[in-house]
């Protein structure tokens, strides 16, 4: 079969690529693309590894067809820091420790920025919430909870 030729947005640049009908967001990121920051959890959708932005709507990339991102736009991790700079949401979860072997830390990260950018001061049972598609094998998810409630609260400069 073909591969089909995609025109896209990603982190904010213009990129074409090329993609076998049966590629996923992920495959594309990761092995066409060299963005592998997202990580492949479960391939299912079920734990959240994989989270990115896709015209705004937080997404799980496993389940998302490169061949559908045709005109759309993509934010991953990669987006969030700015050269050396981190995102507020990334300086606290290393100062509050949110994170161990890492594998789930890109899409927490993602699904949390998303979770700030609609609501700047959400509480701790909306963080709750909105973080239950992101599982963490290593940790419990006080840090992780605690991280994202400290950086909206640095965010909205309480």
């Known amino acids: 079969m073909a591969k089909i030729h995609v025109s896209t947005t990603i982190n904010g640049d213009a990129v074409e690529f090329l993609c076998e009908p049966e590629e996923t967001l992920l495959d594309v990121l990761r092995d066409g693309l060299g963005l592998t920051g997202s990580k492949e959890g479960c391939s299912s959708g079920d734990c959240g590894a994989c989270s990115v932005l896709l015209d705004g709507r937080l997404v799980c990339a496993c389940l998302v067809m490169g061949a559908e991102l045709g005109g759309c736009e993509v934010e991953t991790i990669e987006a ?64 992780i909870v605690r991280a994202v409630l400290d950086a909206a609260a640095d965010m909205r400069g309480s």
């Open 80 to 143: 969030m820091a700015h050269g050396d700079v981190l995102h507020p949401l990334q300086s606290k979860f290393i100062e509050h420790a949110a994170l161990q072997c890492g594998v789930c830390t890109p899409g927490i990260l993602v699904a949390a920025k998303a979770l700030l950018d609609k609501n700047p001061d959400p509480s701790e049972t909306e963080v709750r919430y909105w973080l239950a598609g992101n599982l963490c094998r290593c940790t419990g998810y006080d840090k």
